[in-house]
């Protein structure tokens, strides 16, 4: 695949992820990431990068009913948009839902897992702050 550096941060990245303009059909994006074998045989996760800046980055994720992502946090703050199906986001302090058509926002650095509730699709938005880049 083609190379190039970014400007900014003379970070590498893969240019067809960092495009001016990008578009997506996500059930098209949703129903291929459930072919994939992490899906199928695998974790019952999959997840594929659709847009990737040094300081910015949207993920689709597909989880199988009960499948979870073990405790994580992110340096940056983070949004997820569930598409289809049903998450829950387990917080140190709390458990928060976010059924299909769903935004939630969450600030930098707080731990938590992420568990399907049933058969779930979500955008993952991560922002890093400038001077973490």
Same mark, same amino acid.
């Given at each position: 695949?083609?190379?190039?550096?970014?400007?900014?941060?003379?970070?590498?990245?893969?240019?067809?992820?960092?495009?001016?303009?990008?578009?997506?059909?996500?059930?098209?994006?949703?129903?291929?990431?459930?072919?994939?074998?992490?899906?199928?045989?695998?974790?019952?996760?999959?997840?594929?990068?659709?847009?990737?800046?040094?300081?910015?980055?949207?993920?689709?994720?597909?989880?199988?009913? !009960?499948?979870?992502?073990?405790?994580?946090?992110?340096?940056?703050?983070?949004?997820?948009?569930?598409?289809?199906?049903?998450?829950?986001?387990?917080?140190?302090?709390?458990?928060?839902?976010?059924?299909?058509?769903?935004?939630?926002?969450?600030?930098?650095? $707080?731990?938590?897992?992420?568990?399907?509730?049933?058969?779930?699709?979500?955008?993952?938005? $991560?922002?890093?702050?400038? !001077?973490?880049?």
């Amino acid at each position: 695949m083609d190379r190039h550096e970014d400007e900014d941060s003379g970070l590498t990245r893969l240019p067809e992820l960092a495009q001016p303009l990008l578009q997506f059909d996500l059930a098209a994006e949703i129903e291929h990431l459930q072919c994939e074998e992490s899906w199928q045989r695998g974790s019952g996760r999959s997840s594929k990068t659709l847009v990737k800046h040094p300081d910015f980055r949207i993920v689709l994720v597909a989880m199988r009913r !009960n499948t979870e992502i073990k405790e994580h946090r992110a340096e940056g703050r983070i949004s997820i948009q569930t598409i289809v199906g049903h998450v829950l986001l387990k917080l140190p302090q709390q458990t928060v839902e976010v059924p299909a058509d769903h935004l939630l926002a969450l600030d930098r650095c $707080i731990t938590h897992d992420v568990e399907a509730v049933e058969e779930s699709a979500f955008l993952l938005t $991560i922002c890093w702050p400038k !001077n973490a880049v």
